[in-house]
């Protein structure tokens, strides 16, 4: 029985890429370099910063000029964090519909505190979440267990009873070593190329109402 739900953020939760980038493409300019489309972008959105600046760039952190980009890449996204950021699909009404069963809904993000509060508050779910476990709340952080465990802690319900829904591996990896079911949102930042199949989920959803036919695993 299903007592809670656990989201990923970016690429589940929230269509967040294009913001991320305009970051990049931000950063990009800066260098004189022209922008990239937001297909070629959409898929490393899950990523974070290093995915993005890899994609960018094509540098790892230990490049000299890694710091300087990054901290262009982080000002600009943090001062448009939700210029064109949206809930996906029929995400709020997933949201709505879990409310009215007393199911509690919470986030396991690894996007950092100081980007997933503003971020959430702007859309307007900060308050309604029965917890905001960012990449930095743990000393750990996703596919490690140790958030997930501590959604788990605060919203007061076993691992078992909860449900976590995420488009990466590492939120599938995160989910079985907690022991709570994974479902796999293959509407999010999912590359084409890639073989869910490996990940070990318990399922998979192409809109987020679909969850609720998760609820009785």
């Not at 990049?24 to 800066?30: E, G």
């Not at 922008?35 to 540098?59: C, N, V």
């Not at 995420?166 to 070593?177: C, F, V, Y």
């Amino acid at each position: 029985m299903i007592k809670a739900v656990l989201f990923d953020l970016d690429g589940t939760f929230a269509d967040t890429a294009p913001d991320l980038a305009a970051a990049l493409n931000h950063t990009r300019a800066t260098r004189h370099l022209p922008p990239l489309p937001l297909e070629t972008i959409r898929p490393q959105a899950s990523h974070g910063s290093r995915g993005l600046l890899k994609l960018g760039f094509g540098i790892e952190p230990d490049a000299p000029d890694y710091g300087a980009l990054r901290d262009i890449f982080l000002d600009y996204y943090e001062r448009h964090i939700c210029v064109h950021t949206q809930l996906f699909g029929d995400m709020a009404e997933l949201v709505a519909e879990l409310e009215r069963r007393n199911i509690k809904w919470g986030i396991v993000t690894n996007k950092p505190h100081r980007y997933t509060v503003p971020l959430m508050q702007a859309l307007g779910y900060a308050e309604r979440a029965a917890c905001l476990i960012s990449g930095d709340t743990c000393a750990q952080a996703k596919p490690h267990p140790e958030p997930m465990l501590k959604a788990c802690e605060i919203i007061g319900v076993a691992p078992e009873h909860c449900l976590y829904l995420g488009d990466d591996r590492r939120d599938m990896q995160a989910a079985n070593a907690a022991k709570m079911p994974g479902i796999i949102a293959n509407y999010g930042y999912v590359s084409a190329d890639v073989s869910v199949k490996s990940w070990n989920a318990q399922g998979s959803i192409d809109k987020p109402t679909e969850l609720l036919g998760c609820l009785a695993l």
